[in-house]
């Protein structure tokens, strides 16, 4: 199990850009699929977007395709997401996430089920 810390949220302005560092402490960060999950005020927490553990699947859901790209740097035990042309629905508490499962589908990254470590949350607040 990795403990996970996000950083790099805050106030960006509709059409600007931002980018998401979750930094993972712990044993063998490789292993671990990972996923980016965000909670506006009054709704449940959803997936935005997953990567798999060496980076060479990602996933995301359709509202933030073609604005918003997952990656991860293993040598540096972080995981990124950056985020194009955010608009007000992006608006949000950002939590990255860390799991060994075997399964490979959307669904499975888009689950909470197959994740056993979360980060704290950090804001992020698209103003329009």
């Known amino acids: 199990q990795v403990q996970l810390v996000e950083s790099g949220g805050g106030l960006v302005q509709a059409g600007g850009s931002l980018r998401l560092s979750c930094a993972a402490s712990g044993r063998a960060f490789v292993i671990h699929k990972t996923g980016w999950f965000r909670q506006a005020p009054g709704k449940e927490r959803e997936f935005v977007a997953g990567i798999s553990g060496g980076g060479g699947r990602s996933y995301y859901t359709n509202s933030v395709k073609g604005r918003v790209t997952v990656s991860r740097d293993n040598g540096k035990n972080t995981l990124y997401l950056q985020m194009n042309t955010p608009n007000p629905e992006d608006t949000g508490v950002y939590y990255c996430?860390?799991?060994?499962?075997?399964?490979?589908?959307?669904?499975?990254?888009?689950?909470?089920?197959?994740?056993?470590?979360w980060g704290q949350g950090t804001q992020v607040t698209v103003s329009s």
């Open positions: 996430a860390a799991g060994v499962f075997s399964c490979s589908e959307y669904a499975c990254y888009a689950g909470y089920e197959g994740y056993t470590s």
